[in-house]
């Protein structure tokens, strides 16, 4: 947990910038769009899936199962991924309606994952989460003062998503082999060389092709 405040610390200035001063979330966290991607709905599958650890695990006291599950959603699926695949989006022109609505949508979700995240951390964390939490905007007709008097999460069996978290689960484990390729020939951060995939099945394929610019995005490919 070396230098993890840090690390909660600049993903949320990170999602402030990018949300911009005049954002608004959702009345709820449930409301989506239905125009969700792939890693969309996979970012909401994965903190679903760190909240029901916690729901299950503080009852029964199992302090370091609540820990762990919090920590590996926020470092390994929102930091490592999420935010790197929410770059492009943000970056984009918002000249373009699409370019906007799509902003909006990460945006949303982004506030969501944060906003809940560091309610998830508030126990273990008091003093970090709060000043974090402070800096975020409200939802309309949320007048909680304070991170330690708000609720804590509870699991949303509506955002579990099991063909996204497959989907995903190939896409690391394509851009896990193609950081290795390029480290394994020293290459320059700035080269951008071609890479081939061999997909073995009619799925893999299909989901090849849907998040190819993610997967060229993640490992710099040409």
Known sequence: YRQFCNKLWNAIRFSMINLGEDFQP???AEELTGEESTADLWILSRLNHAVTVAAEAWPKYDFHSVTTAIHQFFLYDL?????????PVFNASSDLPQNATAKRRVANILYTCMETGLRLFSPFMPFVSE???????RRPNDTTTSIMVSSYPLPIP?????????AMKLVQAVIHCGRSIRSSFNLKPSARPDFYLQCKSASSLEIARRMISEISMMVSAG
């Open 26 to 28: 959702t009345a709820t």
């Open 79 to 87: 930091c490592d991924y999420y935010l790197e695949l929410s770059k």
């Open 131 to 137: 000043e974090l939490w402070q800096r975020l905007p």
């Open 158 to 166: 509506s955002w579990t998503n099991p063909d996204a978290e497959e």
